[in-house]
C-alpha cells in the first residue's frame, strides 16, 4: 500500500486529483508567463501565482464534484488568465475613479 494506504477514502480522492493538478500546473505556469511576459520579473511571479490559484480553485472544485476528469490544463490556464487580467483592470478603474 502506498502513503494513503490506511487513510480514509476522502483523503486517498484528494491526494489523486491533487496529484492530477500537479501534472497540469507546468502547462498552466507557462501558459500564464506567456500570458504576462511583458512586465517585471517580481510581478510576473506574483501574477503567475495568482493564475495558478485561481486555477487551482476551479480544479478543485470540479475535482469535489466529481467531475476531475472534465478539467484540462489549457482550459484552466486561460480562464484564471482572463480572471486575473480583469480583476487588474477593474482595480486600476477603482483607484483611477477614487483619485478624481
Known amino acids: 500500500m502506498g502513503a494513503f494506504g490506511n487513510a480514509p477514502a476522502?483523503?486517498?480522492?484528494l491526494a489523486?486529483?491533487?496529484?492530477?493538478?500537479?501534472?497540469?500546473l507546468p502547462e498552466i505556469e507557462r501558459r500564464a508567463r506567456q500570458a504576462f511576459?511583458?512586465?517585471g520579473p517580481d510581478r510576473l511571479d506574483k501574477l503567475v501565482?495568482?493564475?495558478?490559484?485561481?486555477a487551482f480553485?476551479?480544479?478543485?472544485?470540479?475535482a469535489q464534484h466529481g467531475?476531475?476528469?472534465?478539467?484540462?490544463?489549457?482550459?484552466?490556464?486561460?480562464?484564471?488568465?482572463?480572471q486575473v487580467r480583469?480583476?487588474?483592470?477593474?482595480s486600476i478603474r477603482r483607484?483611477?475613479?477614487?483619485?478624481?
Open 10 to 13: 476522502r483523503w486517498r480522492s
Open 16 to 24: 489523486g486529483w491533487r496529484a492530477r493538478f500537479e501534472t497540469m
Open 37 to 39: 511576459h511583458g512586465v
Open 49 to 54: 501565482s495568482e493564475v495558478t490559484e485561481r
Open 57 to 62: 480553485r476551479v480544479f478543485s472544485y470540479l
Open 67 to 82: 467531475k476531475a476528469d472534465l478539467a484540462y490544463a489549457r482550459p484552466l490556464a486561460m480562464s484564471a488568465i482572463k
Open 86 to 90: 480583469t480583476a487588474r483592470r477593474a
Open 95 to 100: 483607484t483611477f475613479r477614487r483619485s478624481r
